[in-house]
């Protein structure tokens, strides 16, 4: 059974720039899960979608958007690059029902120089 | 007060000795809960999930969950400089099923 695929892997972005990331979820999963990790703190929840909708939300600005595709694919954008974006982008995929685990990819690690 | 908390160490414990990593968690939380285990620049990796009151074992591993004191541990026998890492608790909300994360606990093993 495959993992949780994250693409691309490294990414150097110039300030002001945007960003898309992909995330291909565990088949059968509906859920996916997206957060932001910098060095040294913790998992920083952006957002999750589930079935196609966008099912909760962290405290992140509107440059930070995602979606997610009928055969459970998300991606998520960030418009407008900031220095202070660069970080670890992580998804978690799973059932997204009470009581399942969740299962990360490898994540992207965002550079904006 | 927090939904998942957890201390941020770090834990140092010698080679060889149990590590016991703690979290206690609120009535918004459902009691079902999950260990991960993160090296430095890698994604977390899931180690356990525990479902009901008591202990369960994996090998080196016991997960401990008591729901009359909303509490649970994560137990690592005979550890060894390989678990050093940082280790997250998770549980989900009951609302609307977030995944909460405690801020999680850098273990350091010492050999």
């Known amino acids: 059974k495959a993992g949780v695929t994250q693409t691309p892997r490294y990414l150097i972005k110039t300030r002001g720039q945007q960003v898309t990331l992909s995330c291909s979820p565990i088949s059968g999963h509906r859920s996916v899960s997206w957060y932001q990790q910098t060095p040294g703190q913790g998992l920083q929840f952006l957002f999750e979608?589930?079935?196609?909708?966008?099912?909760n939300k962290g405290n992140f600005p509107g440059r930070f958007s995602g979606r997610q595709f009928s055969n459970s694919r998300s991606e998520m954008n960030v418009s407008t690059l900031e220095l202070g974006d660069s970080a670890l982008y992580l998804c978690?995929?799973?059932?997204?029902?009470?009581?399942?685990?969740?299962?990360f990819g490898q994540g992207t690690r965002l550079t904006v120089v | 007060q927090k939904e998942v908390e957890q201390n941020s160490g770090p834990l140092s414990v010698p080679e060889g000795a149990i590590a016991s990593l703690n979290c206690t968690y609120s009535d918004r939380v459902s009691q079902s809960f999950f260990w991960y285990r993160q090296y430095s620049g890698k994604s977390p990796e899931l180690i356990m999930s525990i479902y009901s009151n008591g202990d369960k074992e994996d090998g080196r591993f016991t997960a401990q969950l008591n729901k009359a004191s909303q509490y649970v541990s994560l137990l690592i026998r005979d550890s060894q400089p390989s678990d050093s890492a940082t280790y997250l608790c998770a549980g989900r909300r009951r609302s609307n099923y977030q995944l909460i994360w405690g801020a999680g606990t850098k273990l350091i093993i010492k050999p």
């Open positions: 978690a995929s799973s059932s997204g029902t009470a009581d399942t685990e969740a299962f």
């Open positions: 979608y589930f079935s196609e909708t966008q099912r």
